[in-house]
Every structure is written in structure tokens, then in C-alpha cells.
Nanobody, 114 residues
Framework: QVQLVESGGGLVLPGGSLRLSCTTS????????MAWYRQAPGKQRELVAS???????NYLDSVKGRFTISRENAKNMVYLQMNSLRPSDTAVYFC????????WGQGTQVTVSS
């Protein structure tokens, strides 16, 4: 059974940091390019960062230099380190394979507010 469980979200002040974790189960997640997505209220889900099994990364322009995606294939984990957070980063964050159309987890809420 394939499964994705996101954790690590919370309420943080502008300029603060959070580290999101994604626990995966299922062979596909060991080899597929993985990504973090986010969905803010009233907006479509967008891809924030992606990483191949070999560690090549790509980022949404607005998070470049602030967010870092990483993965531990042996532990079936994917991470998103978020620094210098802004109110515009407020959203529910999800992990999944790149170009995913289903199989979404519950996500983890990130709220950046003073």
C-alpha cells in the first residue's frame, strides 16, 4: 500500500523556520522524483520544490534561497527545510511524486503570522 504522511507544520513568526518531513511507503517513492507542493486558501496547488533520486533539485522562484528539499532514500523520507518564512508561504504543504494526480496525503498546515 502506498502512503504519504506529512508532518512538521505549525505556526511561526515571519522570518522563522520550519522543517517538514514526509514519510513514504511504497516502492515508487524510493525511485521517483519527489516534490513538495502547497495549497493556500482559494488557490490551486503549486509545486514548491522537487528532487530526483540522485539529489538534483528545482525550486519555485519565490522560495529559492530560502527552502531546501532533501531526501533519505534508505529511510523513505523527504524533507523541506524552510527558512526566512513569509506570510505568503502560509498554506497546506503536501509531498508526492512529481506530476502527481492522486495519492495525496493529509498535508501539514504551515501558518506564518505575527
Amino acid at each position: 500500500q502506498v502512503q504519504l504522511v506529512e508532518s512538521g507544520g505549525g505556526l511561526v513568526l515571519p522570518g522563522g523556520s520550519l522543517r517538514l518531513s514526509c514519510t513514504t511507503s511504497g516502492r515508487i517513492y524510493e525511485v521517483a522524483p519527489m516534490a513538495w507542493y502547497r495549497q493556500a486558501p482559494g488557490k490551486q496547488r503549486e509545486l514548491v520544490a522537487s528532487i530526483t533520486r540522485y539529489g538534483n533539485t528545482n525550486y519555485l522562484d519565490s522560495v529559492k534561497g530560502r527552502f531546501t528539499i532533501s531526501r533519505e532514500n534508505a529511510k523513505n523520507m523527504v524533507y523541506l527545510q524552510m527558512n526566512s518564512l513569509r506570510p505568503s508561504d502560509t498554506a497546506v504543504y503536501f509531498c508526492n511524486i512529481v506530476n502527481a494526480v492522486n495519492g495525496w496525503g493529509q498535508g501539514t498546515q504551515v501558518t506564518v503570522s505575527s
